[in-house]
T-cell receptor, first 115, second 111 residues
């Protein structure tokens, strides 16, 4: 059990749909992350939240909109996506944002397919 | 800029040792990690090493770091079928929390 859960595990959506990915961590961590893992690229960091505040946005298109209502939950709202956005979206959490040793705990991911 | 590279694929027989290699470009990298991803699962931290260390051993896992050549390797002794997975090398700087990942090495263990 990783302590980080993600729903749904699989999602198929059309380019005009609006959907949301959910991540929940049960570890009491203060920092949460969204990563994108696609077939042809290394894992890419998308967003970082610390104590519910966004601290990093890695030039992610506005069709991806994160939300962190509290330190245990992280959402990724999706709208008007493109087929190239199809990928595995991984959520992670860590105890603190800054520190000498960074261990991030990952969820199982949401496999997103955009038609 | 930061760049982490790994070979794409490794095939090994059960019981043999596996060696997965990784190179990185940022000499400021202070912490280096190995993650394992099994099918359908998220990333699992296997082990890590600080840049002031040359070697770290943890049961069947041995991490070797050549800081001069910016080369990191993971050796898995007595490889088992359960070791079949994708292995990611990652690095981070001293401050902050951003990890830069390699593309992953798919390890296939043959009986």
């Amino acid at each position: 059990e990783t302590g980080v859960t993600q729903t749904p595990r699989h999602l198929v959506m059309g380019m005009t749909n609006k959907k949301s990915l959910k991540c929940e961590q049960h570890l009491g961590h203060n920092a949460m992350y969204w990563y994108k893992q696609s077939a042809k690229k290394p894992l890419e960091l998308m967003f970082v939240y610390s104590l519910e505040e966004r601290v990093e946005n890695n030039s992610v298109p506005s069709r991806f909109s994160p939300e962190c209502p509290n330190s245990s939950h992280l959402f990724l709202h999706l709208h008007t996506l493109q087929p190239e956005d199809s990928a595995l979206y991984l959520c992670a959490s860590s105890q603190e944002l800054a520190g000498a040793y960074n261990e991030q705990f990952f969820g199982p991911g949401t496999r997103l397919t955009v038609l | 800029g930061e760049d982490v590279e790994q070979s794409l694929f490794l095939s090994v027989r059960e019981g043999d040792s596996s060696v997965i290699n990784c190179t990185y470009t940022d000499s400021s990298s202070t912490y280096l990690y190995w993650y394992k991803q099994e099918p359908g699962a998220g990333l699992q931290l296997l082990t890590y090493i600080f840049s002031n260390m040359d070697m770290k051993q943890d049961q069947r896992l041995t991490v070797l770091l050549n800081k001069k050549d910016k080369h990191l390797s993971l050796r898995i002794a007595d490889t088992q079928t359960g070791d079949s997975a994708i292995y990611f090398c990652a690095e981070s700087l001293a401050a902050g929390n951003k990890l830069t990942f390699g593309g992953g090495t798919r390890v296939l263990v043959k009986p």
